[in-house]
């Protein structure tokens, strides 16, 4: 089920919006849509991405011939 969201936009941005969603063959809805999902897609990954760099220890001294010795990948072979 969808629902309604208001937002209010300069003259400016509806004209940008209309003519982009006439370019693409799809409504205003549909792209404002994929401009949310996008942005939140992004945000949510570069969140994710700040978290895993964090949490890595900077004074760890491991190779990548270590880590692929743990994984079972021949270094000499890559």
């Given at each position: 089920?969808?629902?309604?969201?208001?937002?209010?936009?300069?003259?400016?941005?509806?004209?940008?919006?209309?003519?982009?969603?006439?370019?693409e063959n799809k409504t205003v809805s549909?792209?404002?849509?994929?401009?949310?999902?996008?942005?939140?897609?992004?945000?949510?990954?570069?969140?994710l991405a700040l978290l895993a760099y964090?949490?890595?220890?900077?004074?760890?001294?491991?190779?990548?011939?270590?880590?692929?010795?743990?994984?079972?990948?021949?270094?000499?072979?890559?």
């Open positions: 089920m969808t629902t309604n969201i208001n937002i209010r936009v300069d003259g400016e941005l509806k004209q940008a919006l209309q003519g982009y969603a006439k370019l549909e792209v404002v849509l994929e401009a949310i999902k996008e942005k939140l897609e992004n945000e949510y990954d570069y969140k964090e949490s890595v220890d900077m004074n760890d001294s491991t190779t990548l011939a270590d880590m692929c010795a743990e994984a079972g990948i021949d270094y000499e072979a890559l």
